[in-house]
């Protein structure tokens, strides 16, 4: 038997702060994720908050064997690409918003506004190159190169064989490059 996670044990000993810490740890990794999944910021900060509120619920109702084999990081990550897939399957069904109601994103007032600028503009660059990708590579690269997880954990998240995986981050990979956006 491995031993335990130490945020599952904090998770184990108080939910609250245990959530506190699980938060903290992984809220860059699953902003920036979401961030690559969506390619917009606005719609990164929902699916951020949402993931958060959802596996906030789900732990309350876990029982303490289920926490403590919880492996956080891929827990997360599932939460996060399950309710992906949903908001894009239920924006599949709305009609295209007016994009004059849309609010312009905010530059941070402590960022350098050139390397703000920067960012934003290689940021925009990625993101219209992923949303190229089919949903299945898409997910796979971000998982993988983003997120920065193994292979085994991205096949737990996504449900799907690890040679799959590989798969679709190699094919994911090799279409980025031809669309020039990887070397």
């Known amino acids: 038997m491995s031993a335990i996670d130490p945020v599952a044990k904090a998770l184990l000993d108080d939910l609250d702060e245990g959530f506190a810490e699980l938060y ?3 809220r860059n990794l699953v902003f920036s994720t979401a961030l690559r999944l969506s390619g917009n910021w606005s719609c990164a900060e929902d699916l951020t908050a949402e993931a958060f509120l959802r596996a906030y619920r789900a732990l309350a109702g876990y029982g303490p064997d289920r926490l403590a084999a ?37 530059v941070d ?5 050139e390397a703000a600028a920067e ?7 990625l993101a219209a190159l992923l949303g190229l990708l089919p949903a299945e590579q898409r997910a ?3 998982l993988r190169h ?22 679709h981050v190699s094919r994911g990979l090799q279409r980025l490059r031809a669309l020039g956006g990887v070397r």
Do not use: C, F, Y
Not at 76 to 104: G, I, Q, S, Y
Not at 109 to 113: E, F, K, N, R, S
């Open 146 to 167: 983003v997120a920065d997880l193994p292979v085994a954990e991205i096949a737990t998240v996504l449900r799907i064989p690890q040679g799959t995986v590989k798969s």
């Open 24 to 26: 903290a740890g992984h």
């Open 109 to 113: 007032p402590g960022q350098d506004v």
């Open 119 to 125: 960012r934003r503009e290689t940021g925009d660059e």
């Open 70 to 106: 919880l492996q956080p990081r891929a827990w997360l990550m599932t939460v996060l690409m399950n309710h992906w897939r949903n908001a894009a399957r239920a924006k599949a069904r709305k009609p295209p918003p007016d994009l004059r109601d849309e609010p312009l994103d905010e």
């Open 140 to 142: 796979a690269v971000v």
